[in-house]
């Protein structure tokens, strides 16, 4: 919005205008890149002693409460609500009541009342008796009580642009959602990092404790004769490559629950244990017509669009109303009267009708920078709809995509563990050497690092899909499913929502 349209509107309305469209900004994030707020937090306490258990929704919920994005896009809020008070203030009645007292001394000749003004009155109107009380300079003690009374009746001009502030701080109230669902993903997505990294450890763990078991019965089979040197060097080997995978998958760890404390508001040395174990459920996929209609009643970035639509069009409505002229009231009544004197009543009523009547290089100018508005809201609009269907289409074929590689994934598993379980009986029996039994752990090492990372990026695009429905806020639970562990759907909990989760 031009300031030069907003030149009829007090500061106030001016200040919600320009802070709204200010926080609609800071709050708008990109459905696919959160910006650097959503990384931090407000810190809610310094680190207990204990381990916190937590779980993926006490963390959620911890970051809608403490991550930077949600506390400054709740501050926008609380500025907005502030305003939206002064702006409805601007257009209601001011009554204000005021009182003053003033002591005044006048010189009468100053003002002109000397000796030639007196005798140009005729004679009589004053009694030379009286000439010598009059003196030159005269106190006066002045009271003062009255109420004022100021209202616009009628300013479609200044009634629009009300409107259309209305309309921006809709958007905040928009942006605030959108932060919630940017915040969601992004705890989401580092539980879930930070749950793929346990599984690396226990895996790696896993195969230490073989490569530890064969170290054993190579090195026993060495001293007895049976196998040679090189067996027993080539388990040691891999036993110590192994150790190194567990130390840095245990630092990939630790550094992960970092990440996560960061963002839910907690110490970053507060010691956490992650009560949920990686969610497996498939997704039931819903038509595209069907997402995509969910995506334009319920994605806040689009709505928020919408809102700033409406507040363009409103502008362009209030730059063709300053052609119509205005009126407003003003009065008061009250009492005036000097101390020690009688008081009179005295009351003020003031109707101001405004005609604007050549300003026309203002008027067309405003006109045409409102309608450039209105298109350019139009056009992001309509870009932003297209937005939606091509990131609903890419979500839809990364979720098909990864569901497929997790198939795969745990094929590959299975085999890799009967595999690993084959070399290992045939060392154990003295069939053959140990390097078969390395070269199954690798493949096995492989398949559970692939299997770790199909999982998750399974879950990360069932949640990257929720967010681009714009149903991330209240269906995440149902699109990630139960932790692998549990046995019962989830379907119960969001019975009432088109979409379903199906544990498997």
Do not use: C
């Amino acid at each position: 919005m031009k300031i030069r349209q907003l030149k009829k509107l007090p500061g106030a309305l001016m200040v919600a205008l320009m802070l709204s469209a200010a926080a609609v900004a800071q709050v708008y994030t990109s459905p696919t890149v959160a910006p650097d707020t959503v990384y931090g937090s407000v810190t809610g306490g310094p680190a207990m002693p204990d381990v916190l258990p937590l779980s993926l929704d006490d963390a959620i919920r911890r970051g809608l409460r403490f991550n930077l994005q949600t506390v400054l896009a709740m501050q926008n809020q609380d500025i907005a609500s502030g305003e939206r008070l002064e702006i409805i203030n601007y257009l209601s009645p001011t009554v204000t009541w005021e009182a003053k007292r003033s002591r005044l001394q006048i010189n009468l000749a100053t003002e002109g009342f000397n000796s030639k003004l007196i005798d140009s009155f005729p004679p009589g109107i004053i009694l030379p008796s009286a000439l010598n009380n009059i003196p030159a300079v005269v106190t006066v003690n002045v009271v003062v009580a009255q109420a004022n009374l100021d209202q616009t009746l009628f300013d479609l001009h200044s009634l629009e642009l009300y409107r259309a502030a209305k309309q921006e701080i809709r958007a905040v109230d928009y942006g605030y959602q959108s932060a919630r669902g940017v915040v969601i993903q992004t705890v989401a997505d580092s539980y879930l990092q930070a749950l793929a990294a346990a599984a690396n450890v226990a895996n790696a763990q896993g195969l230490l404790a073989t490569n530890k078991e064969i170290l054993r019965q190579a090195t026993l089979e060495h001293h007895a004769g049976v196998l040679p040197k090189l067996d027993e060097l080539r388990a040691r080997v891999q036993y110590q490559q192994q150790e190194q995978a567990v130390i840095a998958q245990q630092n990939a760890f630790e550094k992960a629950k970092i990440t996560l404390n960061r963002q839910i508001g907690l110490a970053a040395d507060q010691e956490i244990q992650l009560t949920d174990t990686t969610p497996y459920a498939d997704l039931r996929m819903i038509p595209l017509d069907q997402a995509l209609q969910m995506a334009y009643a319920n994605r806040q970035e689009y709505l928020r669009l919408q809102a700033e639509l409406r507040s363009a069009q409103y502008q362009s409505r209030a730059a063709r109303d300053e052609r119509l002229p205005t009126l407003s009231f003003k009065g008061n009544y009250g009492v005036t009267g000097t101390v020690g004197s009688i008081y009179h009543g005295t009351f003020l009523a003031q109707g101001t009708l405004s005609i604007p009547l050549f300003r026309e290089a203002q008027f067309r100018g405003d006109r045409d920078v409102a309608d450039a508005a209105t298109r350019n809201a139009m056009s992001q609009l309509a870009n932003f709809r297209q937005q939606i269907e091509a990131e609903i289409r890419d979500n839809m074929l990364d979720v098909a995509s990864a569901r497929q590689l997790v198939t795969v994934a745990r094929s590959n598993v299975d085999l890799s563990r009967t595999s690993l379980a084959d070399a290992t009986d045939r060392f154990r029996n003295g069939i053959d050497n140990d390097l078969p039994v390395v070269e199954a752990q690798s493949s096995l090492a492989s398949a559970e690092a692939q299997l770790v990372n199909s999982l998750y990026q399974y879950n990360v695009a069932k949640l990257a899909l929720a967010r681009s429905i714009g149903i991330i806020d209240r269906e995440y639970r149902a699109y990630l499913g139960s932790p692998a562990d549990a046995a019962q759907s989830v379907d119960s909990e969001f019975s009432d929502h088109a979409v379903r989760a199906a544990v498997h």
